[in-house]
């Protein structure tokens, strides 16, 4: 089956200014974000996506929105209904039908873990809003703070690079009424390996930002999707 390359979207979208700083890629943005040089409402990220020709090319690529996303995500984590046990294989199907490749060079996010599954399923959620992930990784760690899990002070995001040409995902394209708009997420749906290549820890002594607390720190982890 044929299928187009999305176009380059983090071209577009930089360099950026916020804060009298420029900000000339996604990485160098999101390590002020972790550092505290940086101080970003993933909802003025979301403002400037949205006012990218690309980012609109990008979302309206298809039909399908947050909706769909969400159904296959609670169909393809169900395992004891056998009356649906097809329901992921269909929705991915459809899915991958209206999906396209990743072009080269563009960096999404996660927050907190990967999930270990991905690599097995070739499937996980990102997102190209920095704020959105670093926001995102703050939650995890507060969840795990109140559950008292280990390692409950280490805020973990993840920058990952494509550098594949056979990375076929999905731009999400969210209800701009909801409070879903910040999260601008890619489903990746498709790929041959997503590889560990770098890990940084960003001690305490190296942040500024007030809205951690003095003994966290800050794990980023560098991954290549191909």
């Given amino acids: 089956m044929s299928r187009a390359t999305l176009s380059e979207l983090d071209s577009s979208l930089y360099p950026q200014v916020w804060m009298q700083q420029n900000f000339t890629d996604p990485h160098s943005l999101l390590m002020a974000l972790l550092t505290g040089g940086l101080v970003l409402d993933p909802k003025d990220f979301t403002k400037q996506l949205l006012a990218n020709d690309t980012y609109q090319d990008w979302i309206h690529a298809s039909v399908f929105g947050r909706y769909i996303q969400r159904s ?7 395992t004891e209904d056998n009356f649906n046990m097809d329901m992921p294989a269909l929705f ?27 690599r097995f399923d070739k ?14 990784a703050q939650k995890i760690k507060q969840d795990a703070l109140k559950s008292g899990r280990e390692n409950s002070q280490i805020l973990i995001v993840n920058q990952i690079k494509v550098v594949g040409k056979q990375v076929v995902g999905f731009p999400v394209r969210h209800n701009k009424r909801t409070s879903e708009r910040t999260r601008n997420e ?6 041959h390996d997503l590889r560990l290549v770098n890990e940084q ?20 982890r560098y991954y290549e999707l191909r």
Avoid: C, I, W
């Fill in 72 to 78: 296959f995500a609670a169909f393809y984590s169900q």
């Fill in 92 to 118: 991915r199907a459809e899915l991958m039908r209206h999906a396209q490749y990743l072009p080269l060079g563009q960096v999404l996010f996660v927050a907190g873990n990967v999930p270990k599954s991905a």
């Fill in 123 to 136: 499937l996980f959620t990102s997102t190209v809003n920095p704020a959105t992930a670093v926001l995102g």
């Fill in 186 to 191: 890619v489903l990746v749906l498709e790929f």
């Fill in 201 to 220: 820890v960003l001690s305490s002594e190296k942040l500024t930002n007030t809205a951690m607390p003095n003994d966290t720190a800050v794990l980023l």
